[in-house]
């Protein structure tokens, strides 16, 4: 195991497959994040997160939704399509 989320701001409940661009992988959460519009939030699971963990299990925090337009709770991992997530 890379990493283990310890949920809140880091992210939790990781979803999807996890792609990985040279030696990052790059993936989603359904819960975590810093998005303050999100009713769960209430309850310190937040939106959902992008993140990034390096081979060497550093994580990082790309993106944090917000719910509305934003969206919230992905469900799905991402693409790789020519470099770009």
């Known amino acids: 195991m890379l990493y283990s989320f310890p949920g809140d701001c880091d992210g939790s409940a990781p979803v999807g497959s996890r792609t990985k661009l040279g030696g990052t992988f790059y993936g989603t959460t359904f819960f975590g994040g810093m998005g ?4 769960d939030r209430q309850n310190g699971s937040g939106c959902g997160t992008v993140f990034s963990v390096t081979d060497m299990g550093a994580e990082s925090v790309l993106y944090s939704f917000e719910s509305g337009s934003d969206g919230a709770h992905p469900q799905a991992g991402l693409l790789n399509v020519s470099g770009t997530l």
Do not use: E, Q, V
């Open 36 to 39: 303050s519009h999100c009713s």
